[in-house]
């Protein structure tokens, strides 16, 4: 098999969350070539979970500069050959794509070399990568019904979004343990903040900006994301002693992800794909923050979530005003909470990895 990623972790780890399930049902790390591009988080998370990585050229030709839209669509042409060869060496029987354009000449050459390709789209609604790229996919997996729409008929599979193995697994943590884990008090209620893979800087300064009120009643757990995080790690140091001890910054967590999320009583964070699947397998009612230049497809994935009534939408420009009053308003309000945390929990699919595996199995045999 040969995995195509997309870059972000929306993209990636659903991608890594069936290749787990493949290898649990026996498939070996070797029968997986995946290819990404260079600098994106690939680089790191493909290799720490046992798979070949191969790089090649590409980037966005939507959304970005005439000139960088050429240059770019020069380096995925140029890429055809690129992908050809890796094909040529490794012989795949499925591809498996999950959006972004350096799926292109690996979609073109798969079509060419008559191999049988899926496409996972994370996000409700499909980008334009996704939509140019399911003219060559067989099935395409998706995480609601919604998307089905956007898709010809009988090609769509809902698969629910896979959450990966490791954060899953803190499904079943004791609260307390979870807490534990971060020096918290058990007796307060916990908010959890993030910004997505690369964090979000605008959610980093309205949090820092109201940190000295939060934390008069509740603590906070907080995911800065490398770039702020000198800003934030200086902010911290200035809080008093007695409110500082509410208070956990990190620039990043990998292997604790899961435990902060069962820690949580409340989340704040972007509204990108994983949160389709992360804030319901806690049942973990959020407030979501569209990234405004990502802004459709954010807000289309916040407000899929809110109709349901496992979240609220909170719009960028809005956070400065409005995310104590909203992040102390839920929290204060015990029916609402528990009614947003049931309506998370009810949009869980558990087997989602399993569904996609099988997805990517099926094809395969097939071919």
Not at 74 to 102: C, E, H, I, Q
Not at 204 to 231: F, K, M, Y
Not at 288 to 297: E, G, M, N
Request: proline letters at 7%.
């Amino acid at each position: 098999m040969v995995i195509c990623g997309g870059g972000t972790g929306g993209h990636i780890y659903p991608a890594l969350a069936a290749v787990s399930e493949l290898r649990r049902a026996g498939a070996a790390a070797a029968d997986v070539l995946w290819i990404g591009t260079p600098g994106q988080m690939e680089e790191q998370l493909v290799p720490m979970a046992g798979l070949t990585l191969a790089t090649i050229a590409g980037g966005p030709i939507v959304g970005v500069p005439l000139r960088q839209r050429v240059v770019n669509a020069a380096k995925l042409t140029w890429s055809l050959g690129s992908a050809n060869r890796l094909f040529g060496r490794f012989r795949p029987d499925v591809l498996f794509m999950t959006g972004g354009y350096v799926n292109v000449p690996v979609a073109v050459v798969a079509w060419l070399r008559r191999v049988p390709a899926a496409i996972y789209l994370p996000d409700v609604e499909p980008g334009s990568a996704i939509r140019f790229l399911s003219r060559f996919a067989a099935r395409v997996g998706c995480t609601t019904e919604g998307s089905r729409d956007f898709f010809p008929a009988g090609q769509t599979v809902v698969t629910g979004y896979p959450v990966r193995p490791e954060v899953r697994a803190a499904v079943a943590m004791p609260k307390a343990a979870a807490l534990a884990q971060f020096d918290l008090a058990p007796g307060r209620a916990t908010l959890f903040v993030f910004g997505g893979s690369r964090g979000a800087r605008s959610i980093n300064r309205a949090l820092l900006a109201i940190l000295p009120q939060l934390l008069e009643t509740i603590q906070v757990i907080h995911i800065s994301g490398q770039l702020d995080w000198p800003e934030v790690e200086a902010s911290s140091e200035l809080l008093p002693a007695g409110l500082r001890a509410f208070y956990r910054p990190y620039p990043f967590l990998h292997e604790a992800m899961g435990a902060a999320y069962r820690a949580a009583d409340l989340v704040v964070a972007r509204a990108g794909a994983s949160m389709l699947g992360e804030s319901p397998a806690f049942g973990l009612p959020s407030v979501l923050v569209p990234y405004p230049y990502a802004w459709r497809y954010q807000k289309v994935n916040a407000d899929f979530l809110a109709d349901r009534g496992a979240a609220i939408r909170l719009d960028d420009g809005l956070l400065a005003d409005k995310l104590l009053p909203t992040v102390l308003d839920l929290l204060q309000d015990g029916p609402r909470l528990a009614a947003m945390a049931a309506a998370a929990q009810a949009l869980d699919v558990p087997d989602a990895a399993g569904r996609l595996a099988k997805l990517i199995t099926d094809l395969g045999t097939r071919s």
